[in-house]
């Protein structure tokens, strides 16, 4: 078959292409504001996954489903174990699934994909597109949106272990030709994988890891030879791969890291497994990967932004006339290559399959010009489209040559400009800095490169340099060996493959001697899963037999493994210090490894062949069955909903029409998701404080949103810019206070006064006194700027606090105030979680405590009740650190503002609500308890200090004492509580423990 002959072929994409014009159409001329109607929100996307859909379907017809169907009726036997592994996946999911969002990027998902909105790049528009669609089954009914799109998480996910299934009989039958020795292996495999911790994690929760690990072995599948398409198919096959190349990459760009792999198998049908060859397929495959990652996903929108700039700014043509004129150079050079070179007929061909699966990315465009309320970036023009696709908001990392964290800076370069649509032109508005260091101190393969004072911290505590020492290239391969492949890899493959210590951020794996957890401790956590090394001892047999027997398969697992695991960390260069644990970025290593683990499982069972091959399964399903015992409890999300209830009780402590300030992604996200979902409090406006250095964010404050009026701003720039003056470096020609008022007019007059150039010839706006007075009708605050200059978002906050003038409320949360950088303490008063910004200054030194809207936030408005859950699991890092003791140290605030205003009555109220809804035996105690336990002594209510005493105690010292037993020293924050909880006990044997447990530390030089 020729391919400029597809004949029915091209019917489907011609249908196609009509179907996606439709739906893009549809969106761009929604008149609902922000595109939120139905042609949007429920025509469009079925329109568009059709679209997507019929290529696929076009370039499999003639070999897909007959010969699928036909496969599977001759091979009874895998067709059971195929169901068998997706049906028990898939019903352990549904049990286990979160009922509404998760916390982190998850909530952010939900929300941007129950409306279609922009969220943070890279945007993976398919997976929102395939959300939305899970979202319709929900039928309007709020409440049940985010279950439904984590049921698309869920379904990925089984149908990935699924086909690691097929992928493992298929290696597997290289090895023994037993179909039930391949079915148990297989099985077992698939299973192993399907309750290993990581994928488990992200099979209940609205990410894009169920999908992505899916569409890698989905792709690693259509490249083994199984029989469903001949040799004669192979052109389609390479088209096939081409689009669903460009479609993965859609999904989240992870995905096209599986194609080496894919190519390597492919290869193997009709080439050696020499060295060559190896290298050969390889190199092609991380050429396809560069060529979509860096040309079709970065250039080519590069391109047409600069031919654009040059056509609309020096000949004044309309906008986008770049991108036409690139579209027929492009065209016109197809069609050169095409006619004059026939044996690149098919290169060219699959270059377009995989532009062709990058159409969802247009949606995401036409929906972000809609300018709805989530639009990070705001990509809805060529000149926002460039630094999205380019990730230019992000820090670039060096990879291999670059600094240590010691060199010295020498030149600021611009990376890149940053343009705006302004009039009929584009205008600069700054740049993108690139920093030059001196080359004598430079190396190659940098991997402690960050001068931020915390990661310098940390490289020291990794590589043992002492303070002053200078790092040496030796330091680059300890941290790169020690941190990135051994702590932040190495650590979590054996999480899911030998046991978990806990779930506090930096968590051991678990040897053997260490036993499993004793689930009567009082130290015990639910995430300390102990698998005795059972999972990887079997991985390692399975890896050892397949090099011995399947040298080609082997190399094509060996470099799934490797890809997705040791050269992805080393690719990544992560600095140290992450917000979270990381492990979910792996999971196609974990995947890898599940099928050595099949393959060792197979040659066990493949010893006792024949009847007795029914012992040995029995036996080896024990090890996915104790794996799914152990994992159960922690992974079991199904009655947890206190992320949503603890964002809700936020937003409902806010008064009408207030701006909200969180502090970063995870106490901002699940707000997004009530109002975007559940429309809930849509008049207060969140913002969160780590994306207020952003121009398109702040300006999203000039325009309403729902019940939320726009506030108005005094710094503009053309049409939509606020960041011309960022940043007003502080340049004191007065000591004296000077007026903000005063000072923003003068920067809209683009006063001269106000300008000085730099040693590179450019020129900056400075501020000339640190003292800053913003007087309104209601009062004055009063600012003392701090450092060397004022950040953008500390200039849009004094901006927001001028221009508001106190008509609507201002307020923090516990990350937000902790995320400021000017000095707003002398101005908030705590009401419950929040903090509430006034024009009257406190002149006390401790911060102001509202009692009556704090006793209304913390009791009146709040629901506790999914806490009083025991069965439901709430982890260390994301509940108890970030949620619950936050909210004890607020009732203890408020029960001593009480007790000093000897409001006895109402203290003792509100110490018997804290101990009935938020002192539960299967939450974790922390010092929180101790002052509460101290407050109810003042209150007369000492009958239940000592359990709490003895709780507190008995949880540190066996937390402290299990540590000390694998080597692990202590914080020291635990120490302190165990301190003031032996010394408030008056049990003698506490005070001995205690003093025992010291000296140990003492001989172990802990606490030196």
Request: glycine letters at 6%; aromatic letters at 14%; one cysteine or more.
């Amino acid at each position: 078959m020729k391919l400029h002959a597809l004949d029915n072929q091209a019917r489907y994409f011609l249908l196609a292409i009509i179907f996606q014009f439709v739906a893009f159409t549809m969106m761009a001329v929604d008149p609902v504001p922000h595109g939120f109607g139905p042609l949007t929100l429920w025509v469009a996307p079925i329109l568009l996954m059709t679209g997507i859909l019929l290529p696929a379907i076009g370039l499999t017809k003639s070999f897909s489903l007959p010969r699928w169907l036909t496969k599977a009726k001759s091979e009874p036997v895998k067709l059971v174990g195929f169901l068998l592994s997706f049906s028990i996946s898939i019903a352990t999911y549904l049990l286990t699934l979160e009922p509404t969002a998760s916390l982190w990027d998850c909530s952010e998902t939900i929300a941007a994909a129950y409306k279609l909105q922009v969220p943070h790049t890279p945007g993976t528009p398919l997976t929102l597109l395939i959300a939305r669609l899970f979202s319709m089954l929900a039928l309007g009914e709020v409440y049940q949106v985010a279950w439904y799109i984590n049921l698309m998480s869920a379904c990925f996910s089984s149908l990935a272990v699924g086909f690691i299934f097929l992928i493992t009989w298929h290696l597997g039958s290289k090895i023994c030709k037993n179909n039930w020795v391949l079915f148990i292996g297989s099985v077992g495999g698939a299973m192993c994988l399907a309750f290993s911790d990581s994928f488990w994690f992200s099979a209940v929760e609205a990410e894009t890891y169920g999908p992505s690990i899916f569409f890698m072995v989905f792709l690693i599948w259509l490249s083994v030879p199984t029989g469903i398409y001949k040799e004669k198919d192979q052109k389609q096959w390479i088209l096939l791969m081409s689009y669903l190349a460009g479609l993965a990459y859609c999904i989240h760009p992870m995905c096209i890291l599986i194609l080496p792999v894919c190519i390597l198998l492919w290869r193997y049908r009709t080439h050696s497994d020499s060295w060559k060859q190896i290298t050969l397929s390889m190199g092609l495959g991380f050429g396809y990967i560069l060529f979509i990652s860096k040309v079709l996903a970065v250039d080519l929108f590069e391109w047409a932004f600069k031919l654009d700039l040059l056509l609309v700014n020096q000949l004044s043509l309309p906008f986008y006339s770049g991108v036409f004129l690139l579209l027929l150079v492009l065209g016109g050079g197809i069609v050169i290559v095409w006619k004059r070179y026939q044996k690149s007929r098919l290169i060219l061909a699959a270059a377009l399959m995989t532009m062709m699966g990058f159409s969802p990315y247009i949606m995401l465009f036409i929906r972000s010009s809609k300018l709805p309320p989530i639009n990070e970036f705001s990509p809805g023009n060529l000149a926002k489209i460039k630094p999205y696709m380019n990730r230019e908001s992000y820090p670039s990392r060096p990879l291999v040559y670059g600094p240590y964290f010691d060199t010295k800076m020498v030149d600021i370069s611009d990376r890149a400009l940053t343009y705006v649509v302004g009039g009929n032109q584009y205008h600069s508005v700054g740049q993108v800095p690139e920093y030059h260091y001196d080359k004598e101190r430079m190396t190659i393969l940098p991997r402690i490169y960050s001068n931020d004072e915390a990661h310098i911290t940390t490289y020291r505590q990794w590589t043992g340099l002492s303070v002053g020492e200078r790092p040496r290239f030796t330091d680059n391969l300890i941290f790169m060996f020690r941190y990135q492949l051994g702590h932040m890899f190495g650590r979590y493959f054996m999480w899911n493959f030998a046991g978990r210590a806990s779930d506090v951020q930096h968590a051991d794996w678990l040897t053997p001697w260490q036993g499993s957890a004793d689930r009567s401790a009082e130290e015990y956590s639910r995430a300390k899963n102990q698998y005795y090394m059972l999972p990887l001892l079997l991985g390692l047999i399975g890896l050892i037999i397949q090099l011995k027997k399947d040298r080609k398969g082997f190399l094509a697992n060996l470099s799934f493994f490797l890809i997705t695991g040791l050269l992805l960390a080393i690719y990544l260069n992560a600095t140290p210090n992450e917000p979270r644990e990381r492990d979910y970025i792996y999971v196609g290593a974990y995947t890898s490894f599940s099928i050595w683990i099949g393959l060792g499982m197979m040659s066990i069972a493949n010893i006792f062949r024949g009847r007795a091959v029914a012992l040995p399964a029995l036996i080896i399903f024990c090890l996915p069955a104790w794996m799914l015992y152990q994992n159960l409890d922690d992974h079991d999300r199904s009655g947890r909903t206190f992320q949503i209830d603890h964002a809700r009780n936020l937003l409902r402590g806010c008064e009408k029409n207030a701006v909200l300030f969180t502090g970063g992604d995870n106490d901002t996200f699940p707000l997004w998701y009530l109002q975007e979902v559940e429309g809930f409090r849509t008049d207060v406006r969140v913002k969160v404080l780590s994306y207020f250095n952003a121009d398109w964010y702040i300006n999203q404050l000039t325009r309403q949103y729902y019940d939320s009026p726009a506030f108005a701003l005094t710094l503009k720039s053309g049409e939509n810019q606020y960041g011309p003056y960022d940043p007003p470096y502080i340049h004191e020609t007065t000591k004296s206070p000077i007026s903000w008022a005063r000072y923003m007019d003068a920067l809209n007059a683009e006063n001269p006064k106000l300008r000085l150039k730099s040693v590179s010839g450019s020129d900056y706006y400075f501020l000339p006194s640190r003292h800053i007075t913003l007087s309104t009708s209601k009062g004055t605050v009063d600012i003392k700027a701090e450092g060397n200059y004022l950040q953008k978002s500390e200039l849009a906050i004094l901006d927001l606090v001028q221009t508001n003038g106190w008509d609507r409320p201002i307020y923090f949360n516990f990350t937000g105030l902790n995320s400021l950088g000017i000095d707003l303490a002398p101005y908030l008063i705590q009401e419950g979680l929040l903090y509430k910004l006034v024009p009257e200054k406190n002149t006390e030194g401790e911060m102001l405590l509202n009692a009556e809207r704090s006793y209304r936030n913390l009791v009146v408005n709040s629901d506790y009740s999914n806490l009083s859950n025991s069965q439901v699991y709430f982890n260390h890092e994301d509940y108890n650190s970030r949620m619950i003791i936050p909210i004890k140290f607020a009732f203890n605030s408020l029960l001593e503002n009480y007790l000093k205003e000897g409001n006895i009555k109402r203290a003792q109220e509100l110490a018997a609500f804290a101990h009935d809804h938020i002192y539960h035996d299967h939450l974790e105690p922390s010092y929180a308890d101790i002052q509460f336990a101290v407050f109810l002594s003042r209150l007369g209510q000492g009958s239940v200090v000592p359990r709490l005493i003895d709780r507190t105690f008995r949880f540190f010292y066996s937390r402290i004492a299990s540590g000390l037993d694998r080597e692990e020293i202590p914080t020291r924050g635990d120490l302190i509580v165990l301190q003031e909880s032996a010394r408030l006990s008056n049990n003698s044997r506490h005070s001995n423990e205690y003093e025992e447990l010291i000296r140990r530390l003492q001989s172990t030089n802990a606490l030196k």
